[in-house]
């Protein structure tokens, strides 16, 4: 049963700005450290960064009808399996309030094109 979707689209030289600043805030503030290890080990690490960032806010979008909890777009983690394909892990405060609601899986696709990263995240 589908219980929240959420898409989000974030431009790509943004994000490279973004995470551009001198003492890297913005990617500590935003992205747990294996994301940023697994972006900034590519040649297109903004790119890659911008379709996590816009997972974060796809994932808020599905999910903020089930949970009054804060929501730290750290707890919401992207990474690639063997076969490069994204999947999200929640940390945190957040996992055992969407298990009370009963969110039991967080489907997710990234897709960048012509300067911009979305993502579309579907919870069950």
Do not use: W, Y
């Not at 960032?53 to 730290?72: I, P, Q």
């Not at 490069?84 to 990234?110: D, F, K, N, R, Y």
């Amino acid at each position: 049963m589908v219980l929240g979707v959420g898409i989000d689209a974030v431009d790509i030289d943004e994000m490279a700005r973004l995470v551009a600043d001198a003492d890297g805030a913005f990617a500590r503030r935003t992205f747990s450290g294996a994301e940023r290890a697994e972006a900034f080990s590519r040649h297109d690490a903004a790119a890659c960064l911008a379709g996590k960032f816009a997972v974060k806010e796809a994932a808020f979008k599905a999910l903020a009808r089930r949970t009054a909890a804060g929501f730290d777009l750290r707890c919401v983690e992207t990474l690639e399996d063997e076969n490069g394909c994204p999947h999200i892990t929640l940390t945190g405060p957040l996992a055992p309030v969407l298990a009370e609601a009963g969110v039991t899986e967080l489907l997710v696709s990234i897709t960048n094109e012509k300067g911009v990263a979305t993502a579309i995240v579907l919870a069950q």
